[in-house]
């Protein structure tokens, strides 16, 4: 693990100090001695994280913090604040500006190294997910910006033995987060995984005498459901070791008992911040995939995905010597139902015809509306004499019950259904689109609610 | 760093060998000892990571390799071939069945956790852009299958002092990569930064008696362009303290010297295999974001992204206290265009009418084609007056010159635009463009080709 990290100082001696140790340490080390440089320095060198001084003349570091997680281009760096060990207010104007951590001066090298090594770590992830469609800065449809993530409480899972340590952390924290306390480790990661509003953050209070808490830990980063979410841990200052290694494991953050309650509350609020601005990032990625690939009105897939995976099916099945069909699907009499019964009410028969093609497929087989009226299934591992059935059962589903498209109002539909099957190895997604088309138009040429086999 | 490991040998003591190496080292371990149950184990336990043996009755390793590689489900799952020493050719065929690594029996601690620590770091990114839209297992929309990857040869930097050792490298890589040496250290992080064809893979000869190497690979990793580019480095045996400190920098793989060419031509294409299926990966969903947030035919922005983008702007800028400035553009009497020239000589309208447009506006606004022939300007820091300029140099831009329509046809084009600005903080997506649209159709009603302001 290594990055860029932007130190930012207006003492000489300081910059230079945690520049030594970051140099012999293989980071890449930028600096600027006030406020404005530090901006500037963002803007030109992009760092993975940086190291913020609170005292300083001129703009101060808390403002900078504000000014960078206030820029939608630079929102998403880690800022550090250092701060004086006798200015703990500092912490928490630092938090309420946006900071990501904090370290106290004297600064401590494995706070130092842990703290940045797990930020740049997240961030990574992160940049990931920031994808830009294009030279601008779009990311896909993100509709929220990362303030708005605080309103609700942290849903946090302390893991203690000790009820009287429980009560303690919780209500230092009740203000803010919902506590779920749990006095049984070895249950922790199992209920954490199963828990059906996922936890924000999980708080482990490590007692190497009586637990494994980095088995724990290890746990929790196997599991599918919670191997993102962050951990927390507190130890005794004298578990060094216990420490290094869970820091290794890929454990968010860290207290040392005594627990001041402020810096708890800080760094947990932090954590949970972090962790909603990923996943919004994430989702944000989902909504916009799902956006290109689906037909709003119907969610089904669209035509565009219906042609990048057609055609890899066909490769996939026809290199394996099986087979698989296609049925095209059209809606008699469209128009007619538009024009009696409104737009309206034609959106509510396509509605209702996914829902019905949907109930008659397996989660397998890939339903998609292709344009206004025309439907298309792929149904993989399956040949015409099995399609045949499957497409008969769905025109039958359709015209036998009417498509309520109000309160009260209900019209019949029908579909007219054309089949093709994949045939040899020259066979194409084009082709086999076409030969579907074709038994469709025979089917709609033979009197309509019917299906039809193309030929070949 | 922890994961999810599935060891699978058929000899009982190897598999309990492996399992308490890396539960000591906090890994969860899923053992299977035969091919099918490690088939099975991995559709049930999901691992982060494969240490398959070889040798193995009934289905051996090989072909275990090729069907998790074979499967679109589980081909992104790391695999590392469990090999005999005296059976080098198993490497060929293994790297053939795609596998991503190799590691000699008796297993060494070191390259046990550091492949399996690089491989599932490279896992964890993977996995974020291995996005799913919905239940199904649609990764946006991947167009090709990573079997494909390895038909062009791979751009490989190689950082070697020594010219004769470049030389045998080179030649040894030549059937299948093209090298390029550099021997001045360090020039190539500059160089391999700033390359017009991004490198595939960079091979660092290390001598830490001449240069500093670990000072390189920090420096590729603190570069944009570079940072996700592979490492393999290559190193004495003596040299394990600077081996360690560079896996842990991230450096992807080694090999010790004396350098065994079948293993070193093994490695190089694993590694530029692996980077180009996660360089896919990448490129397919950022194509897939901008599909869900472009107008396919003009390239512009569309409808549902101003609707996204242009209510974040609102906030920004009204709690700024800055304005910005929306114009609704239609193009006037457009469906005579359509009748007397045909479709396709509208659709190059429209398309000739977006470059003009994208060349009367800065980087920073926002150009959206909103509907058949409506298209919507967001100018930022832009007031009415200012707004009226830009206007008014857009429709006589577009009413000075023909727009060609064919090779040797030209049509006459006019727009009617109306434009409203950022109001008080009350002002609203909605509002701000009704007023533009408002003032578009009295635009309209003054007899087109003009711009009109919304009184508001």
């Given amino acids: 693990m290594t990055a860029r990290v932007l130190v930012v100082d207006d003492i000489l001696a300081n910059v230079r100090l945690l520049e030594a140790k970051l140099s012999a340490e293989y980071f890449e080390v930028v600096t600027a001695m006030n406020g404005l440089d530090a901006l500037e320095a963002i803007h030109r060198t992009k760092p993975d994280i940086i190291l913020l001084d609170v005292m300083m003349p001129g703009i101060d570091g808390i403002e900078v913090c504000r000014r960078i997680k206030a820029n939608p281009l630079t929102q998403h760096i880690p800022v550090v604040m250092v701060t004086a060990l006798d200015q703990p207010e500092d912490r928490v104007r630092g938090l309420e500006a946006g900071a990501d951590d904090f370290l106290t001066k004297p600064v401590n090298d494995i706070s130092l190294f842990c703290r940045i090594k797990s930020l740049v770590r997240l961030k990574m992830l992160t940049d990931e997910l920031r994808i830009r469609a294009d030279a601008t800065d779009s990311i896909g449809l993100v509709s929220k910006t990362s303030n708005q993530t605080m309103e609700r409480p942290g849903h946090v899972m302390l893991v203690d033995l000790r009820d009287t340590s429980a009560d303690r952390i919780a209500t230092a924290l009740s203000e803010k987060h919902e506590v779920h306390h749990v ?166 028969v396509l509605q209702e015809l996914a829902v019905r093609i949907k109930m008659h497929t397996r989660s397998i087989d890939l339903c998609c509306r292709t344009g206004g009226e025309e439907f298309v299934l792929v149904l993989p591992s399956t040949d015409l004499v099995a399609a045949s059935i499957i497409a008969e059962r769905l025109r039958k589903s359709i015209a036998s019950k009417s498509f309520a498209v109000g309160k009260t109002h209900a019209v019949p539909v029908t579909v007219s259904i054309g089949l093709a099957c994949l045939g040899d190895v020259t066979d194409s997604l084009d082709k086999i689109l076409k030969r579907a088309d074709e038994a469709l138009y025979a089917a709609k040429r033979e009197g309509r609610n019917r299906v039809a086999r193309s030929a070949a």
């Fill in 183 to 348: 006095n049984d480790p070895s249950k922790a990661a199992e209920l954490a995984a199963a828990a059906a509003a996922p936890f924000e953050l999980i708080i482990i209070s490590l007692e190497p005498d009586r637990f494994d808490g980095l088995r724990l830990c290890s746990q929790l980063r196997s599991f599918e459901a919670t191997r993102q979410t962050p951990i927390l841990i507190l130890v005794d200052p004298d578990s060094q070791q216990v420490l290094l290694r869970a820091l290794d494991m890929g454990v968010n953050d860290y207290l040392m008992r005594p627990v001041d309650r402020q810096e708890l509350l800080a760094r947990v609020n932090t954590q949970v911040r972090r962790w909603r601005y990923t996943e919004q990032l994430r989702s944000s990625v989902k909504a916009t995939i799902e956006l290109a690939i689906t037909d709003s009105l119907t969610g089904l897939y669209n035509r565009r995905y219906l042609e990048s995976h057609l055609g890899n099916l066909i490769e996939h099945f026809s290199n394996r010597g099986k087979t698989l069909s296609v049925l095209a699907i059209d809606v008699d009499f469209f128009k007619a139902i538009n024009d009696t019964h409104g737009h309206d009410a034609g959106d509510k």
